[in-house]
């Protein structure tokens, strides 16, 4: 009987043995050693044999990035507007060591940086410079951040801004602001519209009045010129005229011609159907026979008698 609980005790002590020694370490985990109480080495995965009651696993971290979320950080710009930031990190161990013996807790650690950087990072901008250049913020976030995080063991991978909200009274505030700037702007485009449509009418005008003027000149030239043929017509007639008259036979043939124009015009009145009443002069034959000779007077009263 008292064999029997040895062998099952050195079979337990055989079990514990070989547990202590052989260890298998997960793929991206990383585990830090400690021998006698004191840093030894990190195992990376795969297998591993330890010195049993001596080699003790202190801290088992994982090699993968870790996100870390920091929501509603209170911070005041530059301009004494309050804000709320949220941000989101992604941090990787990368020496296991520094890690487990840097910092307590690096998770808390990071938060708490995180929450720091941001407010004075925020308290050094103004808000719409905050709201506007998120960019440039985390820029400031990565390098305020990179050298404190590499004393901790740890690689900043990236970090965001989620969100900035400014206060309720703040929100109001740029609410109204914004309304009247869309109502300045409102206000400017009208005024424009309503400049070139001046400039355009006042353009139409001082076009009509060129065009109108243009059109007045051209028919002026060419009422002069109209005059200036018919007087050079009216020269070249007369000219012709006087000398007709001074040509033998050329009194007589004006005196017919006028007389036969004359007849022919109370011939036209006759004849006219308007006509109710025609009023000859009495010394009819006398006038036209002072124009033309004996034989013509015959012709005038056979005319007149039509």
């Not at 305020?144 to 969100?163: H, S």
């Not at 006087?242 to 015009?265: D, H, K, P, V």
């Amino acid at each position: 009987m008292v064999g029997v609980i040895g062998l099952v005790i050195f079979l337990l002590f055989l079990a514990v043995t070989l547990y202590q020694c052989v260890r298998i370490v997960p793929q991206a985990d990383q585990w830090v050693v400690e021998r006698l109480g004191k840093y030894h080495t990190t195992l990376n995965p795969g297998l591993n044999i330890l010195i049993p009651f001596l080699d003790n696993v202190a801290y088992r971290m994982s090699a993968k990035d870790q996100m870390i979320e920091v929501k509603g950080i209170e911070a005041i710009t530059k301009d004494n507007a309050m804000t709320k930031v949220n941000a989101i990190c992604f941090i990787r161990v990368a020496d296991p060591k520094k890690a487990a013996y840097g910092v307590d807790n690096f998770n808390t650690a990071v938060r708490n940086l995180v929450m720091t950087t941001i407010r004075n990072a925020v308290g050094g901008m103004e808000l719409d410079e905050t709201l506007t250049n998120r960019d440039q913020l985390a820029a400031k976030l990565r390098s305020n951040m990179d050298v404190q995080m590499e004393d901790w063991g740890l690689m900043l991978r990236t970090v965001d801004i989620q969100d900035i909200t400014p206060s309720d009274s703040m929100l109001k505030s740029m609410e109204k602001q914004a309304a009247a700037v869309r109502e300045r702007k409102a206000t400017e485009e009208l005024a424009a519209g309503n400049k070139n449509a001046a400039i355009m009418e006042a353009e139409g005008k001082k076009e009509s009045l060129i065009l109108d003027a243009e059109a007045k000149q051209e028919s002026a030239i060419r009422e002069a010129t109209a005059l200036e043929t018919l007087a050079n017509g009216q020269f070249k007639a007369s000219s012709k005229l006087a000398e007709a008259l001074t040509i033998e036979g050329g009194r007589e043939a004006m005196s017919f011609q006028l007389a036969n124009n004359y007849i022919q015009t109370l011939s036209n009145l006759a004849t006219s159907p308007n006509a109710k009443v025609v009023a000859m002069p009495a010394d009819l034959a006398q006038s036209v026979g002072g124009l033309i000779n004996a034989g013509s007077l015959m012709s005038v009263g056979s005319a007149v008698s039509k």
